[in-house]
């Protein structure tokens, strides 16, 4: 379902290129089928929402075996206990179970593409390697913490992201704007080309190269405002999956 979902969205859209044609879009087979797979997923989402509400009315009644919260519980929780200045919602709820699911698609293909890139340069494989087997010598469980001492491995991880960088969300155009000359009318669908800003030549030394000392000593980082790196976006609208998604992709690796 989400990989049918994620090419539906993916799609051609007319509109993007000849905003006046929009309405065209909207009686298409295209626009139904995204319309009924929203409604698809938006019924699994619920489901399981229902499911752990379900499960916790049944331990709080004891009639339920307790095996420690999840992350949909917690949000379950804060909901009830009513701890936020705002209020959360079920949509809230479903737009994080979502996030989960699309994010685990992006880590795995940064994955392969790290793969990929290690297995062309053996050297760095090597090195990479290396720091592994350093920051855990003869340990056989790691936590997150061992994770976090493998500064190599980041350098892999920041400069695939760098040559292969997930698809940004789209972003629609609030009101009408000029970049560089080009107006940008109201209401149409922005796309943030996070390809070739990695390969911009004025802004990378020999951008074609996988060459993960790049980022050695560099202020450039996914948190930072450095425009010209956005594998996760930027600026208060920033992936909220960052960290898990970092996550995702390094433990694999290591």
Same mark, same amino acid.
């Given at each position: 379902m989400m990989k049918d979902a994620l090419i539906l969205v993916g799609g051609f859209d007319v509109a993007d290129f000849f905003p006046s044609w929009k309405l065209l879009y909207k009686k298409s087979v295209a626009k139904s089928k995204l319309v009924k797979m929203q409604q698809n997923v938006d019924s699994v989402l619920e489901s399981i929402i229902n499911e752990h509400i379900k499960n916790r009315a049944m331990v709080t009644k004891g009639n339920g075996a307790y095996g420690g919260e999840d992350l949909v519980d917690v949000f379950l929780r804060i909901k009830e206990n009513d701890q936020l200045q705002f209020p959360i919602t079920n949509d809230n709820i479903k737009d994080v179970i979502l996030d989960m699911f699309t994010g685990g698609k992006t880590s795995s293909t940064t994955i392969i593409w790290a793969m990929s890139e290690l297995m062309k340069h053996p050297d760095i494989m090597v090195k990479a390697q290396s720091g592994v087997r350093q920051a855990f010598k003869e340990k056989t469980d790691f936590d997150e913490e061992d994770l976090d001492n493998l500064p190599y491995l980041k350098l892999v991880i920041k400069e695939t992201l760098r040559l !292969?960088?997930?698809?940004?969300? !789209?972003?629609?155009?609030?009101?009408?704007?000029?970049?560089?000359?080009y107006t940008i009318p109201a209401k149409v669908t922005a796309l943030v080309n996070t390809w070739a800003m990695g390969r911009d030549p004025e802004v990378w030394d020999d951008p074609e190269s996988f060459i993960p000392e790049r980022f050695e000593n560099s202020p450039i980082d996914y948190l930072r405002n450095n425009y010209e790196y956005l594998p996760f976006g930027a600026g208060k609208r920033i992936c909220p999956g960052m960290q898990f998604g970092l996550a995702n992709v390094k433990q694999p690796l290591a």
């Open positions: !292969h960088a997930p698809n940004i969300v !789209h972003r629609e155009c609030r009101e009408e704007t000029i970049v560089d000359g």
